[in-house]
């Protein structure tokens, strides 16, 4: 085993699955699956989901809406989606538990970094709602931080591609996908890995990041098996 302790962040627009918008709950009770296959190896697990399958903060702000009320809006998508998750987690009998950075004491815990740690510690999944509890911060940015602060070894990006290209490999055939790149080569080529404030906080305290294709079940059991899936990004 690879990892002991993870944190994955998985994105909004991945739980709607061929929908236009909401959730799926097909890929829900995928992503359940998975991450249930991975507990039972030992891995302690920590998720972090975005919530633009409901609401973007920032493209309602760029449509007039005040930015700090839009944001939080968002962190509320990233709850419904925490509780989705956690729903679909305990149906596979995981234990489960979602913390949210903003205090919603009838549906989630508050993020306590120690009752964090120790749920982790028993065995139990831990979901991040809310974000980091900040306008202007994204759930990129959320995940790092949280993964800092439980002292996760690294951070595994869930996406619909199967890691990083030299260009979007959606729209340029001829884009070739590294197994393995350095910080530094990310930011030299200009790649988007996760945004610039989540990237550097990364970065600066030497967190590894695996950006992989989760929409492939067993994805996320290779990657903790250390396979060579997806691509890597450390120093």
Sequence with gaps: MQYKRILLKLSGEALMGDRSHGIDPNRLAEYAQDIKEVVA?????????????????????????????????????????????????????VPTRLQTALKIEAIAEPYIKRRAVRHLEKGRVVIFGAGTGNPFFTTDSAAVLRAIEVDANVILKGTRVDGIYTADPE????????????????????????????????????LPIIVFDMNTPGNLKKVINGEPVGTLVNL
Excluded: P, W
């Design 41 to 93: 190896l030992g891995v302690e697990v920590a998720i972090v989901i975005g919530g633009g399958n409901i609401f973007r903060g920032v493209a309602a702000a760029s449509n007039g809406m005040d930015r700090v009320q839009a944001d939080y809006m968002g962190m509320l998508a990233t709850c419904i989606n925490g509780m989705a998750l956690q729903s679909a987690l305990e149906d596979v009998e």
């Design 171 to 206: 729209k340029d055939k001829s884009a070739q996908k590294f197994d393995h790149i350095s910080f530094k080569d990310v930011l030299s080529k200009g790649l988007k890995v996760m945004d610039m404030t989540a990237f550097t906080l990364s970065q600066e305290n030497e």
